[in-house]
């Protein structure tokens, strides 16, 4: 019985010494499980004898006397035989010990060996990772354990940074510990922002555990240099000059994520007054071991300006425009990184084309997702008009008119204007064609085409002179003009989008001028004493 209850303490020791470290500490240190030692566990298990039922009836002394003689005992290792009591020794000093038989009143208790992880423990323990079974009671196991912190030590940064990583944990020595709670010391030395990397190694001595925090600083900063996203033939918009004022307090000096970031920050805030809305740092900053970072941005290169048309309801529907008569107004071109400041401009041209009852931009993602598309969605109105009327006048008699105007003719944003008259003495017209942009020109030229047979009457005649007087003195002369003429204007400015100060224009027109009376009758008419001859 004695030697029973040695052994049953004995490997409740040998758990109670372990658990601790292992329960607590050991998962958070990246171990490599021994197969040796395994094997040789799993051997001495085998290796145990095994007793059958009928071994239990025999005879107790020739059974111990066979023990003896098959295995002895180690000569260190003193056990009580059967047949003393619990408070007696062995008769004599060299006499070898007899073992136990274990009775079916008092079992060996079998503990089981924790089989070891094939894979090493990761560095943070988890609620997952395996656990050695805690010896406690219940309530005791659905606690977090503590351990007793004996020593902190810190390695692997100077004596500044150092003492920032002693003020910045909360694991003392004299003090237990959890591993949640080094977890948050972890978490507080990152944030601290000085640090690549931190690692804790826990070691046990016999006052308690050492809790070593091993820290890789970060390099000391040299440059900042920038890479957009994705590559284009243009130049970034952002100037070197912003870039190197934002982080030349930084140089020079260890590199510190949190003023590394408020850089970022300041970076993003430039692209933001300055319009371009889209553009920002992404992904994380690429830190090299000679000081230098590299920042990913993306500053929203356009892919594509798509045109879609929309009716009153904002449903979607089919457009006359042509496309390219939006687009050419815009500033904005595929390739472009977009800017809000130019594309609010863009809008006003578009919307002053005046044949559109609305126009805004919205935002698609391109099929290359570091780009965009942006969409101009348009209203588009009644560009066309129809008139008719009659009337009656002293120098025209009745007459009818009837006039026609189209302002976005085919699609083409070109206007085309008809004027007609007919009276009971003239037939007057007016034809007009006006393309505000050639196509195809980067100077936004300009033609109009006009004919037509005008009738005014002259202030020429409404003088004293009395040799310019009609068979009626009461009549005044009218002037007719028959004619056309064709007309280019160009804007004096290299940027067709930017209000010229000059105009230029040239053309050609043809005219004829007759004069009428008011029976239509070709006016005035001279006499032979005057010496003029009839017009």
């Keep these: 019985?004695?030697?029973?209850?040695?052994?049953?303490?004995?490997?409740?020791?040998?758990?109670?010494?372990?658990?601790?470290?292992?329960?607590?500490?050991?998962?958070?240190?990246?171990?490599?499980?021994?197969?040796?030692?395994?094997?040789?566990?799993?051997?001495?298990?085998?290796?145990?004898?095994?007793?059958?039922?009928?071994?239990?009836?025999?005879?107790?002394?020739?059974?111990?006397?066979?023990?003896?003689?098959?295995?002895?005992?180690?000569?260190?290792?003193?056990?009580?035989?059967?047949q003393n009591t619990p408070g007696q020794v062995p008769e004599a000093p060299g006499e070898t010990p007899v073992p136990q038989i274990p009775t079916p009143e008092t079992?060996?208790?079998?503990?089981?060996?924790?089989?070891?992880?094939?894979?090493?423990?990761?560095?943070?323990?988890?609620?997952?990772?395996?656990?050695?079974?805690?010896?406690?009671?219940?309530?005791?196991?659905?606690?977090?354990?503590?351990v007793l912190v004996a020593e902190v030590e810190v390695s692997g940064a100077d004596r500044e940074l150092t003492d920032l990583v002693y003020n910045t944990i909360r694991t003392r020595p004299g003090r237990t510990a959890t591993r949640s709670q080094l977890q948050e010391d972890i978490n507080a030395i990152y944030a601290t922002g000085f640090f690549a990397n931190v690692r804790v190694t826990p070691e046990d001595t016999p006052l308690g555990v050492r809790v070593i925090f091993a820290v890789a600083p970060n390099p000391i900063l040299q440059r900042v240099q920038i890479r957009t996203v994705p590559d284009t033939e243009k130049p970034r918009v952002l100037p070197d000059k912003v870039?190197?004022?934002?982080?030349?307090?930084?140089y020079g000096k260890i590199l510190n994520l949190r003023d590394l970031q408020e850089g970022i920050r300041q970076l993003n805030e430039w692209y933001s007054q300055n319009g371009y809305d889209l553009a920002q740092v992404v992904e994380s900053p690429q830190v090299a071991e000679d000081g230098t970072v590299t920042l990913i941005i993306a500053e929203g290169v356009i892919e594509n300006i798509d045109v879609?048309?929309?009716?009153?309801?904002?449903?979607?529907?089919?457009?006359?425009?042509?496309p390219f008569i939006v687009t050419r107004e815009m500033e904005l071109k595929p390739g472009d990184v977009f800017n809000r400041n130019t594309a609010q401009r863009d809008l006003q041209r578009v919307f002053g084309l005046g044949i559109f009852e609305d126009a805004r931009l919205s935002f698609s993602p391109g099929q290359d997702p570091r780009r965009v598309v942006v969409n101009v969605d348009i209203v588009e109105g009644n560009t066309g008009s129809l008139a008719a009327g009659a009337g009656f006048s002293s120098n025209s008699g009745f007459f009818g008119t009837a006039s026609y105007q189209e302002q976005n003719l085919g699609g083409n944003n070109q206007t085309l204007g008809a004027e007609l008259q007919i009276g009971s003495r003239e037939q007057l017209f007016d034809l007009s064609f006006t393309d505000p942009w050639i196509g195809g020109d980067p100077y936004r030229t300009s033609y109009t085409l006009n004919i037509f047979r005008r009738q005014s009457i002259s202030l020429v005649f409404d003088g004293d002179d009395t040799r310019l007087t009609t068979d009626n003195g009461d009549d005044s002369p009218r002037v007719v003009r028959t004619g056309g003429g064709i007309t280019f204007a160009r804007p004096l400015a290299k940027n067709p989008y930017t209000r010229p100060d000059w105009r230029l224009s040239a053309g050609f027109s043809y005219q004829r001028v007759q004069l009428k009376n008011a029976d239509g009758e070709i006016a005035p008419r001279s006499s032979e004493d005057d010496g003029f001859q009839d017009l």
């Design 1 to 82: 019985m004695v030697n029973s209850v040695l052994a049953e303490t004995q490997q409740e020791l040998e758990i109670d010494e372990r658990s601790p470290l292992e329960t607590l500490i050991a998962p958070s240190i990246s171990q490599t499980p021994d197969p040796e030692s395994e094997q040789e566990t799993e051997s001495e298990e085998d290796s145990q004898p095994q007793e059958s039922p009928e071994a239990l009836e025999e005879d107790p002394e020739s059974e111990e006397e066979t023990e003896s003689e098959e295995t002895p005992a180690p000569p260190t290792q003193e056990a009580p035989s059967p």
């Design 107 to 146: 079992p060996v208790p079998q503990v089981p060996v924790p089989e070891t992880p094939t894979t090493p423990a990761p560095e943070l323990p988890t609620p997952e990772s395996p656990e050695t079974p805690p010896s406690g009671t219940p309530e005791e196991s659905a606690e977090e354990s503590r």
């Design 243 to 250: 870039v190197e004022e934002t982080f030349k307090e930084q």
């Design 308 to 322: 879609r048309y929309f009716d009153e309801e904002d449903e979607p529907t089919d457009g006359k425009t042509r």
